[in-house]
């Protein structure tokens, strides 16, 4: 049973364009979760999907970020027009239909902002 | 909202013996879980132990354990013949465990483990 992937690991981009970060739940899972961990911080909650819904975006920066879990699909965080500060290890988890308290942890995407 | 602190930035034992490791949460919830989470070198997010906060029981997995306080709010984590592959960053953290509530887990700052050989 393959875990939670996330792909790229790693992504560079300059100031100003776009970033798109990938993330394929456990097989079974419908619940996705998107965290930001900044330089030395802890990880930060953005933005809890089910399959089509966005249930809970209080996370999420009001602006330039959006988050999507398709019906077919990966879950896509998006980030439009990039800022050095966006520069953090992106994390997605994932969980069962039950609503599990357990999530597990995609191995994150590294983005750099240049 | 729910914060977590963990007051230890970094810490260090010894190989073989034994480290503590604090972790304290505020809220106004009965029904919640704790956990502590491992992020070594290769950043990958692993869960090292969990709490539900209705058992008095403390939990326990192999060399690691917990020592939950509910009224204090405290939860700290003990490792026990610490092991080399024991050194990395360690995050407590806390999720509602009401219906209809937020999901998401509240992370602390982590606590840095170091082990000397």
């Known amino acids: 049973n393959a875990g939670v992937m996330q792909n790229p690991r790693h992504l560079v981009r300059r100031r100003g364009q776009e970033a798109r970060l990938r993330c394929s739940p456990m097989?079974?899972?419908?619940?996705v979760y998107w965290y930001r961990q900044l330089p030395e911080e802890g990880l930060k909650f953005m933005v809890y999907?089910?399959?089509?819904?966005?249930?809970?975006e209080s996370g999420m920066p009001k602006e330039r970020f959006s988050a999507e879990f398709p019906k077919e699909g990966p879950s896509i965080l998006r980030i439009q027009q990039v800022v050095r500060g966006d520069s953090a290890a992106y994390f997605c988890?994932?969980?069962?239909?039950?609503?599990?308290?357990?999530?597990?942890f995609g191995p994150g995407t590294r983005l750099t902002v240049t | 909202a729910q914060t977590v602190t963990q007051s230890q930035p970094e810490m260090s034992v010894q190989e073989a013996e034994t480290v503590t490791l604090s972790c304290t949460y505020d809220t106004s919830e009965s029904d919640y879980y704790l956990f502590w989470y491992k992020q070594p070198p290769s950043r990958q997010m692993i869960l090292v132990i969990r709490?539900?906060?209705?058992?008095?029981q403390n939990a326990t997995e192999n060399r690691f354990s917990v020592n939950f306080q509910k009224a204090a709010k405290s939860f700290s984590l003990k490792i026990s013949d610490s092991q080399l592959g024991d050194a990395a960053m360690y995050f407590c953290?806390?999720?509602?465990?009401?219906?209809?509530?937020?999901?998401?887990?509240?992370f602390g700052s982590g606590t840095q483990l170091t082990v000397l050989p």
């Open positions: 953290a806390y999720r509602s465990g009401s219906s209809g509530s937020a999901r998401q887990l509240t």
């Open positions: 999907l089910q399959k089509e819904n966005i249930i809970d």
């Open positions: 097989k079974g899972h419908s619940h």
């Open positions: 988890a994932s969980s069962d239909r039950g609503g599990s308290y357990e999530q597990y």
């Open positions: 709490q539900e906060a209705y058992k008095q």
